[in-house]
């Protein structure tokens, strides 16, 4: 019957319908591909460390000659474990082949992607709970991972993996143990090949450093980073690339240095950052200034404000004496010509923003659920790095010193923020609509051209030829916190002239650190 | 054969607005999804204005609230036709200007013309049985953004910024006495889109790309109505749901890679003010969703015929 056959062939219509539309939809992420070392900087290990007195402090001791019959065992073992590695081994070998330094970054960027989402309100709609970091997994997660956390997490970081190859540098070509495949030809690496020596591995070096910092800055994510950290080291030996003693060599060095830099952390400030009980005095501080109409949270319920005391931790490329003097001068008040005049600004921005405007403050916006502001900048860094194709240590220079300046930058404007408590131009006039959230502290300075500032000032340093667009970058960074209408146009610029202030003391330490 | 009145009827279900799930999940559905057909040569011209909020929503599968985003709310103009190139084949457009606006957050509400739509229905089969007209249907649709909206901007975006195509079925009956039931379902493929930012997490993964994934979507529904020379009056209940995409975040705003799911029951009148002319209002309630608010909708429109009945 016709009925039948037409209801059939609508029925097979609408599973075909169906079928299709099982398919799952991912965006791809681009991979660090390997790329041969230029260049060895067998000077390495006698370069400026950050946290260690120098790249000796920790000893290591001499490894098996290649030609003991331990060390053609190991070979032996080395050649067995190339020849029964998996297809996702051998993946795996390419993955961590690349850029260590940069894939741990990488890890570090999405953790605080991953972290960084402000706590929700408790059910009573008035209070908010505290991340606590005795109880990291439990809701609200520790940390919450916003702007200064992450710059300081990220300058750890960096600061524990240049440290740490400085130390492995030093070892290096103190015992100068070569590669595998320079002693057994019949070894094919599965990654470019170099001169550099290879006991204690970078790789081992970098794997550990970077998973002890990142499990004290993320302590949930144990079981990832340790798994993330033996994928690492194992990878080597898939690779071809480090026989046994290598890697343990590089475990232990990479642990020592990392206990350094840990001690330090623990010692920076950071622990008293969120201290709440402070904010009276910051206030009554502001208000002998004169700054009468202070800051205050927007959100509903009135959320504590972030980091009250980050101004206070330590800073890596000056002291507490020139982050004082770096402090700009009292902003224009409200009823001066010159804030009615950014005011102004930005209502006529609320009438008539343009796409433009739109797309810039959104592109710059790094707000909550992005690596934030320094994790930008980490990214450009990166990139630049790979262009460049820098070695693993000069890759590591570069990151501290780019990162070290971010966390610089995050406390001298964290340190401004809460001298002047200076209101959101939407608490001066309700009126102002944003297209970007607007953060949870004061306005004056805008962190986003202090941390842009800075990064771009380093980054023009280290990469003379992408000054220009460095630097036009972080101009449109500074702007865009105007587009948005979070900030007045006078937080961005002075903000944006610290940050470059800030960036020159770790270009000083670029300049004196032995690199040239 | 086409009640020349009920010609009018299928016109509400044409101008949806096939991006604005997390605004919009209405009693419309997503495209041309009932059973009426224009006969050759005839134009109905349709306005429409809706209006939709919510203050709670799914974040994932929780329903909760914001005090930060208060009441959201979405309304629309729009205008769309419908042309019968003949009695089996018509083709439908429509164009919505849409306005968002949040009642706690600083954040500005949005305003711009949404997406053209364009569809291509066809009725390969009719025949009468039990005492009534049973007739089955497939449309295929294509639509594109016309304005350069900001998508990645949830809740306050206009649309998702997607270019789409659909393909759908549809199988109707209509008793003589003027009851009848409609079911379809219907299949939407979304293009990626460009997003402002060049990093975004999915699916607790950072990805470093403007090109932002946005879920294909699987929609059905179902209506029972009465409809005279006068009056048509409809119950109806719809479903849909994003075929792959992420939960919200806890504490996050949404964006388009959300798999967005709901289900919703409608109430729909029209009244025939005159032959050609026709007064509609409908009502809509989402029941149950996840990543969508849990929106009320209240549209009117009014239809306009143009051109003769070849019956």
Known sequence: MIITHYLRWTVVGLAILFSLSRCEKSPENPVLDPYPETSLDANGGTWKTCVLKSGSEIPVPAPIPPTSSVYQLELEDLKRQMAAATPEQKRLARLWGGNAVLRWHEIARELAAEYNVPPNYNPDGKTYPDPNPNNPAVYPRFPFANPPYTARALALLAVAQYDALVAAWHAKFQHNRLAPYKYDASIQPLIPTNDLPSYPSEDAVIAVASRELLKMLFPAEKEYLDRMAEEHIQSRLWAGANVESDLHAGRVLGQAVANRVLAYARNDGMARAGDQSKMDSIRADAAKRGIREQWHSLDIPERPAMLPLFGYVKTWNFDEATKIALRPPMPPMPGSPEFERDMEELRSIVKNRTREQFRIAAYWADGPGSYTPPGHWNRRAAELIQEKQLNEIRSARAMALVNTALHDAGVTCWDVKYHYMIMRPTEADRSIKTSTGIPNFPAYTSGHSTFSGAAAEVLSYLFPDHANDLQAMAKEASLSRIYGCIHYRFDCEVGLEAGRKVGQYAIQRGRTDGSQ | ?311
């Open chain 2, 1 to 311: 054969m086409h009640n020349f009145y009920q010609i009018l009827a299928m016109l509400r279900h044409y101008f949806f607005l096939p991006a604005l799930l997390f605004a919009l999940p209405t009693i419309y559905a997503q495209l041309p999804d009932d059973a009426l057909m224009m006969t050759k040569g005839q134009w109905c011209i349709l306005t429409q204005y809706t209006h939709n909020s919510w203050t709670n929503y799914w974040e994932g599968p929780t329903r909760r609230s914001n005090l930060n985003l208060g009441v959201v709310t979405t309304q629309s103009a729009m205008l769309g036709f419908d042309y019968g190139i003949s009695r089996r084949l018509n083709v439908l457009g429509a164009l919505p200007y849409v306005w968002t606006h949040s009642s706690a957050s600083y954040l500005q509400g949005q305003r711009g013309l949404q997406d053209f739509s364009l569809w291509l229905k066809y009725q390969p089969f009719e025949a009468n049985v039990a005492g009534g007209e049973v007739r089955l249907q497939a449309t295929g649709g294509l639509s594109t953004p016309v304005s350069n909206y900001v998508a990645d901007f949830m809740p306050l975006a206009i649309g998702l910024g997607s270019r789409t195509a659909s393909l759908r079925g549809i199988v109707n009956f209509t008793h003589a006495k003027g009851l009848y039931v409609t079911l379809q379902a219907g299949h939407t493929w979304r293009s990626d889109i460009t997003t402002d930012r060049d990093a975004f997490m999915y699916n607790n993964q950072l990805y470093y790309t403007n090109r932002m994934p946005v879920p294909n979507l699987f929609d059905a529904s179902g209506r029972l109505g009465f409809i005279n020379a006068r009056l048509q009056a409809e119950v109806q209940m719809s479903y849909f749901t994003g075929t792959s995409g992420d939960d919200i975040r806890y504490n996050e705003m949404p964006q388009p890679t959300n798999r967005m799911r709901a289900t919703t029951v409608g109430l729909y009148a029209k009244y025939f003010v005159w032959q050609r002319l026709a007064l509609q209002a409908a009502y809509g309630q989402v029941l149950n969703g996840r990543n969508v608010g849990q929106g009320t909708t209240l549209s009117g429109g009014i239809s306009y015929l143009i051109g003769t009945s070849r019956r």
